[in-house]
């Protein structure tokens, strides 16, 4: 049987008719709940050692498997995300390795983009800074006047690979 989560108020109570020698069934019908001896024992052996009967969070064992990326290594992943948002968690892997000699599993990592440092996947588009509605207008409504059998296009724009490959990228959720 697992914990239970008791009100403070209720917790010194109980405590408060232990001390005065009450036995735990009766403490129990008079405050209306169900209290395990266990638990009594628990609050009433803080109270003597704190005078309190509700533990300090700090002073908690740590519960569950440690994290395997500290602080440090969060602020270095943000770093690759920012500067790179289309990486793939397999490269933050091998940065890792190679920085800060650790060998996380991707999961872990892909875990700690969604869990600790609030990230998302979303779709990237890439817009040229030159792109101008008003430009594009002027442009189609001069072409518009020429018949298609005399248009020609060339291409002299260049194609980074990468953009083309990546349509997915890391930012902060909400953003």
Request: proline share 4%.
């Amino acid at each position: 049987m697992g914990f239970r989560k008791y009100s403070p108020d209720l917790k010194h109570a109980a405590v408060s008719h232990a001390i005065e020698g009450k036995h735990p069934a009766k403490i129990k019908k008079n405050l209306g709940a169900s209290i395990s001896r266990d638990s009594l024992y628990r609050w009433s052996s803080l109270y003597e050692r704190t005078r309190a009967v509700v533990c300090n969070p700090s002073t908690y064992l740590q519960r569950g498997h440690p994290l395997d990326l500290n602080d440090e290594d969060l602020k270095f992943i943000k770093e690759l995300v920012t500067d790179k948002p289309s990486i793939y968690a397999d490269e933050i892997q091998r940065s890792l390795a190679k920085e800060h000699g650790i060998t996380v599993s991707v999961s872990t990592i892909l875990n700690t983009l969604h869990g600790r440092l609030n990230m998302l996947k979303k779709t990237m588009r890439t817009i040229h800074p030159k792109q101008d509605k008003t430009e594009r207008a002027h442009y189609i409504y001069q072409v518009g006047a020429v018949p298609t059998s005399c248009l020609m296009f060339t291409d002299e724009s260049g194609v980074c690979l990468e953009v083309v490959q990546r349509t997915q990228g890391w930012a902060v959720a909400g953003k």
